[in-house]
């Protein structure tokens, strides 16, 4: 069985394809199954891993102080907020896309 082989469109790999150290992809990664990783291991995205999705005991997005985490759904091509996690723990709520629930520094707000 051939299980490497160069075509018009690059290299064809089959079976296990192991790769140790750092990779670089150029372009689009395009997966067709899942994407496994060990607990601990991390996805890290942005220049300086800005954000990272990982799995250790609990469930983990983590982002920088300093930088908003955004959860939005896409409807007929445009973006509709669900939630924002502001820096320094601040949390607003949306519903139908106008903002529901905020936390302030000092006490709660409701229907703001």
């Known amino acids: ?31 067709t199954n899942d994407l496994f990783m060990l607990d601990g291991d991390q996805i890290e995205l942005g220049t300086g891993n800005d ?3 990982f799995h250790s005991g609990f469930n983990y997005i983590e982002s920088h102080n300093d930088t908003e985490v955004h959860i939005n759904a896409y409807t007929g091509g445009s973006a509709e907020n669900m939630a924002k996690f502001k820096p320094n723990g601040a949390v607003e709520l949306y519903n139908d896309n106008v903002k529901r629930l905020a936390t302030r520094s000092t006490k709660m707000a409701r229907n703001v």
């Open 1 to 31: 069985n051939v299980r490497l082989q160069t075509s018009p469109s690059g290299v064809d790999v089959s079976g296990t394809l192991n790769v140790t150290g750092v990779t670089t992809i150029t372009n689009t990664l395009t997966l």
């Open 51 to 53: 954000l990272k999705i």
